[in-house]
């Protein structure tokens, strides 16, 4: 996984702890939304992705595989998939098409 500068990561989620009425319309952006976030290598990037879309009132599903994902959907139904790319025994474009 590439090392992201502090500087690239958006300040709405650094600055997240501080609240200001902008702040209050962001937190809703992804309301009645639903993501399922797949990353295979990486516990810790799961878990910043999902805290920046939960921080925007996303539900979020995670999972540590592709096989883990397909089964998330087959008992549900998410408005939007996000894949780690290169995931072991199935690639995450391999992923989004099934």
Do not use: K, Y
């Not at 309301?31 to 810790?44: C, G, M, P, T």
């Not at 883990?68 to 998939?81: C, I, K, M, T, Y």
Request: overall charge negative.
């Amino acid at each position: 996984m590439p090392i992201v500068p502090v500087d690239a990561i958006p300040s709405r989620i650094v600055d997240s702890q501080i609240p200001t009425e902008s702040h209050a319309i962001e937190h809703s952006m992804l309301q009645d939304i639903s993501v399922l976030v797949v990353n295979d290598d990486d516990a810790d990037g799961r878990d910043l992705v999902a805290a920046a879309l939960q921080n925007a009132s996303a539900s979020v599903t995670l999972a540590a595989s592709a096989a883990e994902a397909v089964e998330h959907l087959s008992r549900q139904r998410f408005d939007v998939l996000v894949s780690d790319i290169a995931i072991p025994h199935e690639d995450g474009c391999s992923l989004i098409r099934t």
